[in-house]
């Protein structure tokens, strides 16, 4: 697939007032919006906005840019963010000490749902039926009856855990665990024609009878150990290009959940995988 040349979006260093502005439109606590000591870290806000089926959007053309919902704004010559909206867009709101200035749009964002409409089941509580690792991005899937969690790094000798991951970045949220429905992959063959081995989706846990889907941005439990439901595992062009055509279609949205570990220890094939609380 080919894509029309963009320009990339000029970042202001300003990251305080980003935050001030998203906490606004969402209405959420400032204090919740992941911080960076420079740029306006759209890593850790854009995972932590993950976790809420949410992204940001960089404007192509911010100074001819209309959107009827709230956007966020760099104005030229202005020293931090402000809030837009409207069509023709204009200020809507401005934080506290910020100086606009003056009207031409420098830089502009708009918050999105990936996920107009996820998938969901009645199902809250499941087992797991599979577990996976990987010694490194292109090896072979291990099936393991027993494997171990360690917090904040990933399941001993998997890819993840020693850095050797295809998105293997330090620090990235939920890249420390991968889980899938066994149900997605049952999905992938009855609807849409694609037989595929559960190994192949490259994820590390394969559940039953439990929504994934449901626990984006949630506490959870395998075997009694805490993790924390990240963001959606969605399918990429690098995971459409080892497995059979259609993958992609017939994942979206049910490619299962990236998790973060919070507590070290042993799960095995049949623990259960309930919500936390």
Not at 210 to 232: P, T
Not at 245 to 272: K, S, T
Request: charge should be negative; glycine fraction near 12%; include cysteine.
């Amino acid at each position: 697939m080919t894509t029309a040349p963009s320009t990339p979006a000029v970042r202001s260093t300003e990251n305080a007032t980003f935050s001030i502005c998203l906490a606004e439109i969402l209405g959420a606590d400032v204090g919740e919006v992941p911080a960076s000591s420079t740029g306006i870290g759209l890593d850790g806000i854009g995972y932590w906005l993950a976790a809420q089926n949410l992204a940001l959007i960089p404007v192509r053309d911010p100074s001819k840019f209309q959107w009827a919902g709230w956007w966020i704004a760099r104005l030229a010559d202005g020293d931090g963010y402000v809030v837009m909206a409207g069509t023709p867009s204009d200020v809507a709101w401005v934080p506290k000490g910020v100086t606009r200035g003056s009207q031409e749009v420098a830089e502009g964002w708009v918050v999105a749902a990936p996920a107009l409409a996820l998938p969901s089941r009645d199902a809250q509580s499941g087992t797991v039926e599979t577990i996976y690792r990987f010694a490194d991005s292109g090896a072979p899937a291990e099936e393991l009856q027993t494997a171990r969690l360690i917090s904040g790094v990933g399941i001993d000798g998997d890819r993840y855990a020693l850095g050797k991951g295809h998105f293997s970045e330090e620090g990235r949220w939920g890249q420390a665990l991968t889980l899938i429905e066994a149900e997605a992959i049952e999905f992938l063959a009855s609807e849409h024609g694609v037989e595929m081995p559960a190994a192949d989706a490259r994820r590390n846990i394969v559940t039953r009878n439990i929504d994934l889907n449901s626990l984006m941005g949630k506490r959870f439990r395998i075997g009694g150990l805490l993790c924390q439901g990240s963001r959606l595992a969605e399918p990429c062009a690098w995971l459409q290009k080892t497995t059979p055509p259609g993958m992609l279609r017939g994942l979206v949205h049910r490619g299962g959940l990236r998790a973060d570990i919070l507590e070290d220890g042993i799960i095995e094939r049949g623990d259960l995988v309930v919500p936390e609380g």
